[in-house]
């Protein structure tokens, strides 16, 4: 069991950044692919970004590529997300994911909401125009 809990979120002005984390306890997070989506309101969830067990392997949603960076410490059990350059349409809850911990490779994973089994509370980010 995977207990997750997300932090840095927060009230930014267009064009700044902020640092999420996400912490985690029950399990380490050594064999989890983990992830970052986020939900803006009445819209559906969505992938922002995943990274493999290992941290080799990492995806992207084209909106955050080349703002977005998405990088673990597994010795801290701690995930995190790197958010720069922001803009108001980024504005949404974030929540962190791990999957089952039973991938096959240490590199490819999938991104996308319906294959993570454990889920953080979220952590509101406003982007302010």
């Known amino acids: 069991q995977v207990q997750l809990v997300e932090s840095g979120g927060g009230l930014v002005q267009v064009g700044g950044s902020l640092r999420l984390s996400c912490q985690a306890s029950?399990?380490?997070?050594?064999?989890?692919?983990m992830g970052w989506f986020r939900q803006a309101p009445g819209k559906e969830r969505e992938r922002v970004a995943c990274?493999?067990?290992?941290?080799?392997?990492?995806t992207y949603a084209d909106p955050v590529m080349g703002r977005f960076t998405i990088s673990r410490d597994n010795a801290k059990n701690t995930v995190y997300l790197q958010m720069n350059s922001l803009k108001p349409e980024d504005t949404g809850v974030y929540y962190c994911?791990?999957?089952?911990?039973?991938?096959?490779?240490?590199?490819?994973?999938?991104?996308?909401?319906?294959?993570?089994?454990?889920w953080g509370q979220g952590t509101q980010v406003t982007v302010s125009s």
């Open positions: 994911a791990a999957d089952n911990g039973r991938a096959y490779s240490s590199y490819y994973h999938i991104c996308t909401p319906g294959v993570y089994e454990y």
């Open positions: 029950g399990s380490t997070l050594d064999d989890h692919d």
């Open positions: 990274i493999s067990s290992s941290g080799i392997g990492t």
